[in-house]
């Protein structure tokens, strides 16, 4: 199977595209209503479209094109720290402030019932951050690297970012329905 021309990925790449669209261009001339409407739908779209991703396991590169993990990591926290800053003052001015919420770290977990708090800026930069990584480096690749990215956005989802994607879902929902509109949203 060629990863790359998978219909489920194609699918993911748009997606993932309209996505990082929405964040980088912000609220522009929108009221925060219908950014906040927007996020949600593209947020539910990514995380179905992510379900969808092919199970792949990624090839390691030949040792010779392999680097040191301290270097790989490095460069993975330069990037994601270059992505953050330039993502987050969008998403603070579209959503009128970071948004703080509370929600259950575990809610099958009857014994340890721990609320956590957690900000919609958090949420929607951590899943920008884990998407556009992949986008910057998938436009015809060679098919290795495709299945290593493939792998790392479907792993993300399941480890790191779909549960960004559900609290920013949660947290959205409540700011569009559970309080009056005029209270707490802006513009």
């Known amino acids: 199977m060629i990863v790359r021309r998978h219909p489920a990925v194609l699918h993911f ?3 993932a595209k309209d996505f990082c669209t929405l964040l980088e261009t912000g609220r522009a001339e929108r009221p925060c209503k219908v950014f906040i409407e927007d996020a949600i739908r593209v947020v539910l779209d990514l995380y179905h479209a992510a379900l969808d991703l092919p199970d792949v396991t990624p090839e390691r590169p030949k040792k010779a094109e392999r680097l040191p993990v301290r270097e790989r990591l490095d460069r993975h926290l330069q990037r994601s720290r270059k992505l953050r800053d330039s993502i987050q ?14 929600r259950v770290f575990d809610p099958f977990d009857p014994k340890d019932p721990q609320t956590v708090t957690a900000t919609l800026l958090d949420d929607l930069s951590d899943i920008y951050i884990d998407v556009k990584a992949g986008l ?14 493939v792998w790392e956005w479907k792993f993300g989802m399941e480890s790191h970012w779909g549960w960004h994607a559900t609290g920013a879902i949660y947290a959205m929902h409540w700011l569009l329905k559970g309080l009056a509109e005029d209270e707490i949203l802006p513009g």
């Open 13 to 15: 790449v748009v997606v």
């Open 89 to 102: 003052p969008r998403i603070t001015d579209s959503l009128g402030g970071e948004r703080c919420y509370s």
């Open 136 to 149: 910057q480096q998938i436009d015809d690749r060679e098919e290795l690297l495709t299945r290593r990215i």
